[in-house]
């Protein structure tokens, strides 16, 4: 692509509404994961007898597992929905932007 191309797709009202919506959806949701993570490293270091429960009487599962499992599905889950937003809205106005730019 060549420098005017660049020039005219950044002067581009759309390309700074794509720019801010996924700056705004990656750290919104990274600002969600950390979270609760950090939360549960806060819960590990302060109240492991908490997590070291067990889930039933005379088990050896504990309440930490499936917290941990939790964490991890979330992590999956808030992947998903950054996907599923890059495919719909953000790849739908990077058309616009590419096919404003090729006229």
């Given at each position: 692509?060549?420098?005017?191309?660049?020039?005219?797709?950044?002067?581009?009202?759309?390309?700074?509404?794509?720019?801010?919506?996924?700056?705004?959806?990656?750290?919104?949701?990274?600002a969600l994961v950390?979270?609760?993570?950090?939360?549960?490293?806060?819960?590990?270091?302060?109240?492991?007898?908490?997590?070291?429960?067990?889930?039933?009487?005379?088990?050896?599962?504990?309440?930490?597992?499936?917290?941990?499992?939790?964490?991890?599905?979330?992590?999956?889950?808030?992947?998903?929905?950054?996907?599923?937003?890059?495919?719909?809205?953000?790849?739908?106005?990077?058309?616009?932007?590419?096919?404003?730019?090729?006229?």
């Amino acid at each position: 692509m060549s420098n005017k191309n660049n020039d005219r797709i950044r002067a581009n009202p759309k390309f700074r509404e794509l720019a801010q919506k996924r700056s705004r959806t990656a750290w919104g949701l990274t600002a969600l994961v950390l979270g609760v993570y950090y939360s549960y490293m806060l819960l590990v270091g302060m109240a492991p007898e908490w997590l070291a429960q067990p889930l039933s009487e005379g088990g050896t599962l504990s309440l930490g597992v499936p917290v941990g499992a939790f964490i991890i599905f979330f992590a999956w889950a808030c992947t998903g929905l950054y996907v599923r937003r890059a495919n719909s809205e953000f790849d739908r106005l990077n058309a616009e932007i590419v096919e404003e730019a090729g006229k």
